[in-house]
């Protein structure tokens, strides 16, 4: 089973600042990665999939890269909506499809 | 419009048997897989298995396998999770999710609101 690991577990961050959040696979998951928002007392989200491309109504300011074991979500500016927990899954080896333990993005 | 409707929250004593549903509507259905997803109270979101409701194969995690079974109904678009004897560690929110359509990928695109399960004596 592969391990998805997030860093940091909280992320502190002023509205309007970049947001930077990181997954690294336990082994190679080539470019089947996704990122999902959850925000309290809802379902989460899909943000990314393929680990680059934007699903459908995703705002531009959400960007993701890389490919292997290193993951980054990037928020560019980031708004009052964007403050939630962000999971990173993968999908290249199942199953089962693994989740990372999610960062929370918090307003500083 | 696209959703995906799950059943009501549900209070069970263990050793019950409970079954849960997943109602698709605005799609068809058969073409596309639907996981169920557990995330227990406070925590991180996991993997239970998927079906693809046009056959009805299934998929489930180690920790999941032999304890749940994930079935669907396609005259009805609907899918279940259905446990024979709860436990009280079966005390979470269960969502089912659909995988999105594009070929290769796994992401996971439309979700129901969530089932509330509680398991205590």
């Known amino acids: 089973e592969i391990v998805m690991t997030q860093s940091p577990a909280t992320l502190s961050v002023s509205p309007g600042e970049r947001a930077t959040l990181s997954c690294r696979a336990s082994?190679?998951?080539?470019?089947?990665l996704a990122w999902y928002q959850q925000k309290p007392g809802q379902a989460p989200r899909l943000l990314i999939y393929?680990?680059?491309t934007r699903a459908t109504d995703i705002p531009a300011r959400f960007s993701g890269s890389g490919s292997g074991t290193e993951f980054t979500l990037t928020i560019s500016s980031l708004q009052s909506e964007d403050f939630a927990v962000y999971y990173c899954?993968?999908?290249?080896?199942?199953?089962?499809?693994?989740f990372g333990q999610g960062t929370r993005l918090e307003i500083k | 419009e696209v959703q995906l409707v799950q059943s009501g929250a549900e209070v069970k004593k263990p050793g019950e048997s409970l079954r849960i549903s997943c109602k698709g509507s605005?799609?068809?259905?058969?073409?596309?897989?639907i996981s169920w997803v557990r995330q227990m109270p406070g925590k991180g979101l996991e993997w239970m298995g998927r079906?693809?409701?046009?056959?009805?194969?299934?998929n489930y995690s180690p920790s999941s396998q032999g304890h749940v079974t994930i079935s669907a109904d396609k005259s009805i678009s609907t899918a279940y999770l259905q446990w024979s004897s709860l436990k009280a560690s079966d005390t979470a929110m269960y969502y089912c999710?659909?995988?999105?359509?594009?070929?290769?990928?796994?992401?996971?695109?439309?979700w129901g609101q969530g089932t509330t399960v509680t398991v205590s004596s």
């Open positions: 999710a659909r995988r999105i359509a594009a070929a290769g990928h796994y992401g996971m695109d439309v």
């Open positions: 605005g799609y068809t259905f058969t073409n596309f897989w």
């Open positions: 079906i693809d409701p046009s056959d009805s194969y299934t």
């Open positions: 082994q190679s998951v080539s470019s089947n």
């Open positions: 393929g680990a680059s």
């Open positions: 899954q993968q999908y290249n080896n199942w199953p089962p499809v693994t």
